[in-house]
């Protein structure tokens, strides 16, 4: 069954320094993977999706993915925090079992970006 | 939040009512999902659409019912049978062919008391 993992629920770091948010995953087929974005009380936004193709996949307000075959992991990363990165973000993985789009979404990583 | 949109923001019910929550995109997506938010839960996916007049149950549907009556709305119920009714939803919608990625409502935020 697919599946996907984040293993820590909160990430904290200083602001100028780099970031990465943890992502693991289980599919039987090809992954397809997504981050998204949430502030307080509000919707999902989405960041960045790997379908195919290079392993380094740039997205929204600076962030970036690299996506790593062999350790099934999809780590989210940005080069420089800002405090208004803080956010819950959550990474998900495509339904693969047939033509729908459903996702199956992480627990969720709380990143709080410090001053 | 693009073009979906949930109505009400914030929704107050009593133990026992059943409670619709709306859900509209203008975006043109043949699929929309309903989902479920819970603090350290992530998100729970309740009933699905692919098309109009066709819809599926995902995986915590006991106690809620949807409609498709039209491609722009996708509007869900919360029966008195859902035993757990609190919680923030979430509405989503996608393409389909190759985009893959949902586009979220901003939500709507049920307390039952």
């Known amino acids: 069954a697919q599946s996907v993992a984040q293993p820590e629920d909160q990430v904290n770091v200083a602001e100028g320094n780099p970031l990465t948010v943890k992502c693991t995953y289980s599919v039987s087929g090809n992954p397809y993977l997504f981050w998204y974005v949430q502030y307080p009380n509000r919707g999902l936004q989405f960041l960045l999706k790997y379908i195919t193709g290079d392993n380094l996949v740039k997205g929204s307000y600076g962030f970036e993915a690299e996506f790593n075959k062999s350790q099934t992991s999809f780590h989210l990363k940005k080069p420089s925090a800002l405090v208004s990165d803080s956010a819950l973000y959550f990474c998900?993985?495509?339904?693969?079992?047939?033509?729908?789009?459903?996702?199956?979404f992480g627990t969720g990583t709380l990143l709080a970006v410090q001053p | 939040d693009g073009g979906i949109t949930q109505s009400p923001k914030y929704l107050f019910r009593k133990e026992g009512q059943n409670v619709t929550l709306s859900c509209e995109q203008n975006l043109n997506h043949d699929a929309m999902y309903w989902y479920r938010q819970d603090p350290g839960q992530g998100l729970r996916l309740i009933y699905y659409s692919q098309i109009v007049n066709d819809f599926q149950k995902g995986d915590i549907a006991e106690g809620y019912s949807v409609s498709r009556e039209k491609k722009e709305s996708f509007p869900l119920t919360v029966t008195s049978a859902q035993k757990n009714p609190t919680a923030f939803y979430l509405c989503a919608s996608s393409t389909g062919g190759g985009s893959y990625e949902q586009y979220f409502g901003p939500g709507t935020r049920l307390t039952v008391t």
């Open positions: 998900a993985v495509r339904y693969d079992g047939g033509a729908t789009n459903k996702l199956i």
